[in-house]
């Protein structure tokens, strides 16, 4: 085992520490429950010898009835005890898995945007989802089954050895055969059942991918290519899982046969020791039954090396989540604005992504006085939503500063800069609830008219009215809206939370002419005494912003009023003037 693997069981044990009580009181169910089972052949040795003596002067019942009453104490109490140990240990596992689910859905929220460029969604549900089932599982299986095994298998030894020395050691030597093929297998399929985890979260990340995208998927008729992935994925899956699932599956039969090659040798050598009137007929029935007790442990120990080896895949990759390199604690940055101008400036900032040496923002400059409206517009991949993901914070600059109000935005905490603004993107975003609660996200108590003069600011009233349950319509795969109408709800819930700026990115490309001509005086009211970023490709409705930001390969290349920048010829005029003549 290498020093990752031993940190990822020294995490796990980390979790589980404050449940150790708990465990111990598991720990000692299952070893009572194995003491209480292993003195039932002891009593049923003296039954065997006592009924075979009583074959000549006669049978003592009432000896045998008190020996019965014995065993049906001893093994009654010992399953009580194992179904509390098991009981325990459910309830254990559970409250791990549950921490754990917590810890990761937290650490979602911790991680910085760049790492989830460089995960698929499906991966990290994946790790969320079926590795931390997989964990649970593990626990639950193997520790209360190695509890019991380990417990059976000491105690039955220590049985043996007090019984009959000669019989111990020969019930030893078949038995450690075990141990060795045990040990070899679990080298062997170790690493494909880290694979077999790895191939089932790429798995789901490209079934994620092929379900939101599957309009695309069927236009483009890629479905073949997309089956053909599919397909490569799961064969590696199919082929680490089999390979994984036969190793560990050859260790049941392997130790069955090593405890029926343990019987025979038992029966043989005890048979000669018999007629050689060194031991009792009762203690060949006694080893008989210890022998069963010694050699069924080596199984479920081998059973619970399985689901330990999924357990540290799984938890490798639950740990690997965990550990992943989080945005700096803010806690210490208790800045809060009294009041807000909007005045926003730009000081050569520089950014380009984590792990690539392209430097995306070069060397900008701006100052945004408070109320202007701002047009950011240039060619795609000219940075325009990267300035946009600064000034938010959902990436961090390389070098240069951002001033809100004079104040560096990274001397506040990102929670007290995002307050100050509401956005709208491209891409819309509505979750399982009412119309409501999606309008009113994270904003308490606000008034009924609000929500419906927003929604009839951006031409929405109409068609809520229509449903049956009105704002408290539950927005799910039932309910078909277009992709219009989901742009007119993102753009009502901006309206309602009443930031001081705000970040419009191409708000209005998912509506008609016509609506876009309402939302756009919504808008117009909206950006009244706010500081206002329009990312727009339809230039005509920017026309009336009052600067534009023309953007070229993360630099300002021109700067200016509609009028201004038109009357230069330049870059701005071209790009205008291309979207009419494209139209025409």
């Known amino acids: 085992m290498d020093e990752k693997e031993n940190s990822t069981w020294m995490l796990l044990l980390r979790y589980c520490k404050r449940y150790i009580p708990l465990v111990a009181i598991a720990i000692l169910s299952a070893i009572g429950g194995a003491i209480l089972t292993l003195l039932g052949p002891k009593v049923i040795s003296k039954m065997t010898n006592l009924m075979s003596e009583g074959l000549m002067t006669g049978i003592d019942m009432d000896a045998i009835n008190s020996y019965g009453y014995q065993l049906v104490f001893f093994y009654g109490t010992g399953t009580i005890l194992t179904l509390n140990q098991g009981l325990i240990m459910a309830n254990v596992t559970q409250r791990v898995s549950k921490r754990l689910r917590t810890d990761l859905s937290i650490k979602i929220n911790k991680l910085p945007m760049w790492y989830y460029n460089q995960t698929t969604t499906g991966d990290i549900l994946s790790r969320v989802t079926n590795d931390v089932d997989t964990v649970a599982q593990g626990l639950n299986q193997s520790v209360g089954n190695l509890i019991s095994a380990v417990s059976l298998f000491v105690g039955s030894f220590v049985m043996m050895l007090t019984t009959n020395v000669i019989l111990t050691i020969v019930a030893v030597i078949t038995t450690g055969l075990g141990f060795i093929i045990m040990g070899f297998i679990t080298g062997k399929s170790q690493k494909y059942f880290f694979a077999q985890q790895e191939y089932l979260g790429k798995i789901n990340g490209h079934i994620e991918e092929d379900f939101s995208g599957h309009t695309i998927v069927k236009a483009y008729n890629a479905e073949e290519q997309m089956s053909h992935i599919f397909n490569n994925l799961n064969g590696h899956l199919r082929d680490s899982a089999f390979k994984a699932q036969f190793l560990s599956g050859l260790m049941m039969p392997i130790m069955t046969f090593i405890g029926n090659f343990g019987y025979v040798a038992v029966c043989i050598v005890g048979a000669m020791l018999a007629l050689s009137g060194n031991i009792s007929f009762g203690v060949i029935v006694a080893f008989i039954m210890y022998i069963r007790f010694f050699t069924q442990p080596l199984g479920q120990i081998a059973q619970a090396v399985q689901s330990l080896q999924s357990t540290g895949a799984a938890s490798k990759r639950v740990f690997g989540f965990l550990d992943a390199e989080e945005m700096p604690d803010e806690s210490h940055k208790t800045f809060k604005f009294e009041h807000i101008d909007g005045e926003v400036e730009f000081r050569h900032v520089k950014f380009g992504y984590e792990g690539s040496d392209k430097t995306i923002i070069k060397d900008f400059s701006a100052h945004i006085k408070s109320g202007q409206k701002i047009a950011i517009v240039g060619p795609t991949g000219a940075g325009k939503t990267t300035l946009i993901n600064l000034l938010m914070r959902y990436n961090e600059i390389n070098s240069g500063e951002i001033l809100i109000d004079h104040v560096p935005t990274h001397s506040m905490s990102k929670a007290t800069l995002r307050d100050q603004f509401c956005m709208v993107?491209?891409?819309?975003?509505?979750?399982?609830?009412?119309?409501?609660?999606?309008?009113?996200?994270?904003?308490?108590?606000?008034?009924?008219?609000?929500?419906?003069?927003?929604?009839?600011?951006?031409?929405?009233?109409?068609?809520?009215?229509?449903?049956?349950?009105?704002?408290?319509?539950?927005?799910?795969?039932?309910?078909?809206?277009?992709?219009?109408?989901?742009?007119?709800?993102?753009?009502?819930?901006?309206?309602?939370?009443?930031?001081?700026?705000?970040?419009?990115?191409?708000?209005?490309?998912?509506?008609?002419?016509?609506?876009?001509?309402?939302?756009?005086?919504?808008?117009?009211?909206?950006?009244?005494?706010?500081?206002?970023?329009?990312?727009?490709?339809?230039?005509?409705?920017?026309?009336?912003?009052?600067?534009?930001?023309?953007?070229?390969?993360?630099?300002?290349?021109?700067?200016?009023?509609?009028?201004?920048?038109?009357?230069?010829?330049?870059?701005?005029?071209?790009?205008?003037?291309?979207?009419?003549?494209?139209?025409?």
Request: charged content about 25%.
């Open 425 to 584: 993107l491209q891409d819309t975003w509505l979750f399982e609830g009412t119309i409501k609660e999606n309008l009113v996200y994270n904003k308490k108590d606000v008034p009924q008219e609000v929500i419906e003069e927003a929604c009839r600011a951006v031409g929405l009233e109409h068609f809520i009215k229509t449903l049956p349950e009105g704002y408290d319509t539950i927005l799910n795969d039932k309910l078909n809206l277009s992709a219009g109408q989901k742009q007119q709800l993102t753009i009502a819930r901006a309206m309602i939370k009443d930031a001081p700026m705000l970040i419009l990115d191409e708000a209005t490309s998912s509506v008609d002419t016509r609506t876009e001509l309402v939302i756009q005086k919504a808008m117009d009211q909206l950006m009244i005494g706010r500081t206002s970023f329009v990312i727009a490709h339809r230039l005509s409705t920017i026309k009336n912003a009052d600067v534009i930001f023309v953007l070229k390969d993360g630099d300002i290349l021109e700067s200016g009023t509609h009028d201004e920048l038109m009357a230069k010829q330049g870059f701005y005029a071209e790009l205008y003037n291309s979207q009419f003549d494209k139209t025409a």
